[in-house]
């Protein structure tokens, strides 16, 4: 007799986070093209040489990264589901992956010349820092042998740290009431990877509480050890990229908050001292997505309303979790 397929059943959903997660992510599902990204090109001709580098570059940085995620990411995490549920989640946030690679593109083409785009391109193929951190994660995506929790690891690292050296830039132009329309794609992109580390750090956190306590100690001296190898690198990379314009501290402290956001989602202690009251208020003020979208640059959100949606919060992930965090992890 052959082996039994099972048909996906969301009438008996194991883990409502699954079908909550689902929900939102369909909810607040976009596409580049949506968003008039020409509009902002009276802004973009009064940034001098080094400040259209600069955005030009990080948004090549993060179209690696989302590469990554939407062509390795998600499939190796889709070898270690335990719902069908979460394979479904898992396929949107794939596709999702590849919307976010793609509506870089999009910004490309309307602010960048041909010869530009093109060495965006062989930069980002090329540049070290920015290839060793995707080189440290696919290496860990492709090897069978890993230890599918370390998986969702640098999974974690990825979506909510490692885009946030690039999403800086936009983010800071927002803030001043520059390139509206370029911001406005960098938000929605960044509502979506905070719904994706939350919840990818969610199932980690259900692998982790399963583990011994030497094994739940190995893979805390493995996560931190990774994430230190990282940030080092990141350094290095945000030196590269920011030094020229001036920014590279304060783009270091966004890094460090958002790497002990990347922790908490893993259910982890934070590691650096920086909280949100040291990064930069007028970042901070354009990563809120409190006011996302709809409400301050009208103009864009208007035309694009499929659905009412809000920033996710802890909240919305009480929703009958098989297992809570520890609260005494280290
Ligand atoms: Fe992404
Ligand atoms: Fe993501």
Known sequence: MTARYDAI????VSDAVDKATWEKLTEQFWLDTRIPVSNDLDDWRTLDDKHQWLVGHVFGG?????????????????????????????????????????????????LNTPDEITEIFDWSDTEEYLQNKAAWIYDLYRDASVDPLKKKVANVFLETCLFYSGFYTPLYYLGNNKLANVAE????????????GT?????????????????????????????????????????????DVGWTDEVLTFIRYNANKA??????????????????P?????????????????????????????????????????????????
Do not use: C
């Open 9 to 12: 059943n969301w009438n008996a």
């Open 62 to 110: 993060l179209t690696l990264l989302d590469t990554l995620q939407s062509q390795d990411g998600l499939a190796a995490l889709r070898k270690d589901v335990k719902t069908p549920h979460e394979t479904a989640v898992l396929n949107n946030i794939q596709f999702m992956e590849s919307v976010h690679a793609k509506s870089y593109s999009t910004i490309f083409s309307t």
């Open 185 to 196: 794609i960098i938000k929605l992109i960044l509502r979506d990877e905070s719904v994706h």
């Open 199 to 243: 919840y990818i750090g969610y199932k980690f956190q259900i692998g982790f509480n399963q583990l011994g306590q030497n094994e739940q100690q190995a893979m805390q001296d493995w996560l931190f050890d990774f994430l230190y190898k990282l940030y080092d690198n990141e350094e290095k990379y945000t030196h590269l990229l920011y030094d």
């Open 263 to 280: 922790l908490m989602n893993l259910g982890q202690n934070a590691l650096f001292p920086d909280t949100e009251a040291d990064v930069n």
């Open 282 to 330: 007028i970042v901070m003020n354009g990563i809120s997505t409190s006011t996302s979208n709809h409400d301050f640059f009208s103009q864009v959100g208007n035309g694009y309303r499929l659905g009412e949606v809000e920033a996710m919060n802890d909240a919305d992930y009480h929703v009958s979790a098989p297992q809570e965090p520890k609260p005494d992890q280290q």
